[in-house]
């Protein structure tokens, strides 16, 4: 694999744990009325941020097995895993409304660099 697939993979998997776990704290109540005010659900929108979030994490997982393979893509995995945890816990905490246009970039982002890696 070339240097600029290896890149492209890396990015992906670290963004598509950010976009995947985005989506999956917006499924929360909690998480929801940090954005849009006391009492406010996720309600229909929640299965829909669920199988988003999960759809994330698994392209991560595809990505760092990809790139690293069965042994070493785990332990890749879960640093693409911390990674974006903290990404999220600390936009959150400080700058809640950024989340959406955040999850949204990484996620398109991180399909696209998977994507062209793969055609590499």
Partial sequence: M??????LLIYAALAAALAGFAGLSLAMDRHWEALYGRGASPGAKARWL??????????SLA????LKGATQGW???LGALTAGA??????????????????????????AAAAVAMAV
């Fill in 2 to 7: 070339s240097a600029l697939a290896n890149g």
């Fill in 50 to 59: 669920q199988a988003c979030g999960t759809a994330g994490l698994l392209l």
């Fill in 63 to 66: 990505a760092s097995l990809a």
């Fill in 75 to 77: 332990v890749l995995w």
């Fill in 86 to 111: 903290v990404v999220v816990v600390l936009t959150l905490t400080y700058q809640a409304r950024r989340v959406i246009p955040l999850a949204q970039v990484a996620g398109l982002s991180a399909v």
